[in-house]
T-cell receptor
Framework: AQSVSQHNHHVILSEAASLELGCNYS??????LFWYVQYPGQHLQLLLK??????LVKGIKGFEAEFIKSKFSFNLRKPSVQWSDTAEYFC????????????FGSGTRLSIRP | DTAVSQTPKYLVTQMGNDKSIKCEQN?????MYWYKQDSKKFLKIMFS???????INETVPNRFSPKSPDKAHLNLHINSLELGDSAVYFC??????????FGPGTRLTVL
């Protein structure tokens, strides 16, 4: 069965620290992988996505993620976080067809100390 | 130009009432979704429609009934509201399995 695991429930960092949020997935076929961000009081919006090609994907606001097929992982990274990165981060996976469910991980809350 | 819009943004109501939430997308997408986000931020898919046909129907009480009058609209009707229905409900749309675009959410509070 398709599933997504985010092992870090709450991460607290100081400004300028480097960030890595873990995401592992399980899926029997070819997957699409996503990271979404939800700022406080707002809706989810896409940070970046991987469908195929270069496994290192760059997204908005300096975020990047690397698809490592052998590890079934799609970890999110940022070299230097800012206070404005405080948000909830969701990893997600889906298949290609419209009948595929998108499965979200349980989310990681990121708190940045100014 | 709002891509995915939901109304109302806030909904406060008494237990036992019936209420509806409306969703519209102007992105030309063929697939629309309803999600429920609880107080712990866990996001759970409820329904998905593709070209007005129901394709995903998770284990949701049958008090919840989605209706898609056309590809651009997906409404959610809830009968006999219960305390546990209090949550934020998000509508989303996509083209197939591609990126989902979310609406602003409807915060439902059942008293």
């Amino acid at each position: 069965a398709q599933s997504v695991s985010q092992h870090n429930h709450h991460v607290i960092l100081s400004e300028a620290a480097s960030l890595e949020l873990g995401c592992n997935y399980s899926y029997g076929g070819t997957v699409n992988l996503f990271w979404y961000v939800q700022y406080p009081g707002q809706h989810l919006q896409l940070l970046l996505k991987y469908f195929s090609g270069d496994p290192l994907v760059k997204g908005i606001k300096g975020f990047e993620a690397e698809f490592i097929k052998s590890k079934f992982s799609f970890n999110l990274r940022k070299p230097s976080v800012q206070w404005s990165d405080t948000a909830e981060y969701f990893c997600a996976t889906s298949g290609y067809s419209s009948a595929s469910k998108i499965i979200f991980g349980s989310g990681t809350r990121l708190s940045i100390r100014p | 130009d709002t891509a995915v819009s939901q109304t109302p943004k806030y909904l406060v109501t008494q237990m036992g009432n019936d209420k509806s939430i409306k969703c519209e997308q102007n992105l030309g997408h063929d697939t629309m979704y309803w999600y429920k986000q609880d107080s712990k931020k866990f996001l759970k898919i409820m329904f998905s429609y593709n070209n007005k046909e129901l394709i995903i129907n998770e284990t949701v009480p049958n008090r919840f009934s989605p209706k898609s009058p056309d590809k651009a609209h997906l409404n959610l009707h809830i009968n006999s509201l219960e305390l546990g229905d209090s949550a934020v409900y998000f509508c989303a749309s996509s083209r197939g399995g591609d990126t989902q675009y979310f609406g602003p959410g409807t915060r439902l509070t059942v008293l």
